[in-house]
């Protein structure tokens, strides 16, 4: 699938025009997913833009694993679920940390080449496997009543984002935007078995959903991006 992501390419600072107003429109009534949410701070950035008139309206859910103290206070999540996100409901699944930044920890185990890098002068190395609950969304959606369109989702699962997408199973034809984090070199891969960049575009595709824009990280330790999807008849 030949996409030119220059094209799309969003390299400036802080959130794009396009994601304040994909937020400052959203309607009431709709559901927001932070999969992979750690402190919450996403969501506390795209609540500067939902309109306060808005936010009692929406159901804004933060999945994550491991337990954050201000988590829920920093996103103002509906509901918040320690659990991490794949395709099967587990109750206990082994869950990699990285105890040099937590923002690492993944289900897939991290590549030499991650665990080779430094954070703060600490080896971003396995420090412990870690027992967790896996849920798919849409056995988390399937909680909700009349639910008819979820608005957004977004994915920080470090690897495994692919399937966070495709445990949304019936839900994936009420999703309008979904945003998720990839890894740009399959020679250099932050988490072994993670799917590279042409996967991610060629299912995303296959689900009837479109790349309106892509950010890269300059500052990550491998080279890293993000993509942001739009449903095509969105």
């Known amino acids: 699938m030949l996409i030119n992501l220059k094209e799309l390419e969003y390299t400036g600072t802080g959130c794009s025009s396009l994601k304040k107003e994909i937020f400052s429109s959203i309607c009431t009534e709709s559901v927001i997913i932070d ?62 940390i990285i105890g040099s930044e937590p923002g690492c920890n993944s289900l897939l185990k991290p590549s030499q080449e991650l665990q080779s890098t430094t954070y703060n002068g600490v080896n971003r190395e396995v420090s412990e496997i870690k027992k967790v609950k896996k849920v798919r969304l849409d056995t988390v959606l399937d909680g909700l009543s009349n639910l008819s369109k979820v608005y957004y989702v977004k994915f920080d699962l470090q690897g495994a984002d692919l399937d966070g997408v495709k445990s949304l199973g019936k839900y994936l034809d009420i999703v309008e935007y979904i945003e998720l984090e ?19 575009l060629s299912t995303l595709e296959s689900f009837d959903f479109e790349v309106i ?20 008849e969105c």
């Open 213 to 232: 824009e892509f950010s890269s990280f300059p500052e990550s330790p491998l080279p890293e991006g993000e993509l942001l999807f739009r449903r095509k």
């Open 35 to 96: 999969g992979g949410c750690k402190q919450g701070w996403w969501m506390q950035a795209m609540n500067r833009y939902i309109p306060g008139t808005i936010r009692p309206t929406l159901t804004k859910i933060g999945i994550d694993p491991i337990s954050y103290e201000d988590t829920q206070k920093n996103g103002q999540y509906t509901q918040y679920i320690q659990a991490a996100i794949g395709l099967e409901d587990e109750e206990s699944v082994d869950f990699y």
């Open 182 to 200: 990839l890894s740009l070199d399959s020679e250099k891969p932050f988490y072994e078995d993670s799917p590279d960049l042409e996967e991610i």
